[in-house]
């Protein structure tokens, strides 16, 4: 992306002097030309050029606040003797991943009193002899090299931020993950809701389908004592029936027998 519009989009209707923070990675810079950064940032504390093609710092802009610089992954090989005038208030420069291969090439950082750590990784004269002693020597106002101090200490977490620069950022990130979380509790809360009532309905519909087995059972049961009723009554009938036929013929016996006595 272009330089001058990535910062028109960083800006986000702010003007320069109300950023303290502008990330400008990856643009390209018009032969070593930062488009669209002047002096009007008078107020910025961070800024990160990090893989845009400088060969050379001479064109940042006096910048009285700056205090972290982030230049990794580009071509510089010396002039910063620039860095002094422009950016007096540096504490934090990182030239990881450039062109620089001798120690002089350090000693205008000599003039930044307030720089306390630099970072080198990746250049030519982090495999010159004695490298760190010689730098230390040379740059009594650092504090660490590389993320580790003269004792080979690494650096913490505070030392890393910027004046507690970067203490607004996380506060900022920690409510967003607060906010991420709740939202995590809330859908949580749903799913047991839901897995809740999933139960609850198919604990429902199993006692209603054991209620209609219940009452399917009672009606074949029900069903059966009345056949049973009925086959009982119609046996009675036909013991009734046989009975009264039996008693026609006794009677039609019996009036033969007082015919027979009358001749």
């Given at each position: 992306?272009?330089?001058?519009k ?13 950023v ?31 893989n ?21 992954e580009n071509?510089?090989s ?11 208030n ?6 990881s991943g ?10 205008p ?10 970072d ?6 982090t495999?010159?002899?004695?490298y ?13 090299l590389d993320?580790y101090d ?32 709740e ?6 809360d ?17 006692e209603?389908?054991?209620i209609s ?5 009672l ?5 059966e ?5 009925e ?33």
């Amino acid at each position: 992306m272009d330089m001058k519009k990535r910062i028109h989009l960083e800006l986000r209707n702010r003007t320069p002097p109300d950023v303290k923070e502008l990330v400008l990675d990856n643009c390209r810079s018009n032969n070593g030309e930062i488009e669209g950064l002047s002096g009007e940032f008078v107020n910025l504390e961070f800024l990160s050029l990090i893989n845009v093609g400088l060969v050379s710092v001479s064109n940042l802009p006096k910048l009285p606040k700056l205090k972290k610089l982030e230049l990794s992954e580009n071509r510089i090989s010396g002039g910063l003797d620039v860095l002094a005038e422009k950016l007096p208030n540096l504490t934090h420069l990182n030239l990881s991943g450039n062109k620089l291969k001798d120690i002089d090439t350090l000693e205008p950082l000599k003039k930044l009193d307030s720089l306390k750590s630099l970072d080198l990784f990746n250049c030519e004269v982090t495999n010159l002899n004695d490298y760190r002693d010689r730098v230390f020597t040379l740059l009594p106002q650092l504090t660490y090299l590389d993320g580790y101090d003269q004792e080979d200490k690494e650096a913490s977490d505070s030392d890393a931020e910027v004046d507690g620069f970067f203490e607004e950022d996380e506060e900022v990130d920690d409510e967003d993950e607060d906010d991420e979380d709740e939202d995590e509790d809330e859908d949580e809360d749903g799913e047991e809701e839901s897995l809740y009532d999933l139960l609850e309905y198919e604990g429902g519909q199993d006692e209603e389908d054991e209620i209609s087995a219940e009452e399917e059972e009672l009606g074949r049961d029900s069903e059966e004592e009345d056949d049973e009723e009925e086959e009982e009554e119609e046996e009675e009938e036909e013991e009734d029936e046989e009975d009264s036929r039996k008693g026609e013929k006794r009677k039609r016996e019996t009036d033969d027998e007082g015919d027979e006595d009358d001749d």
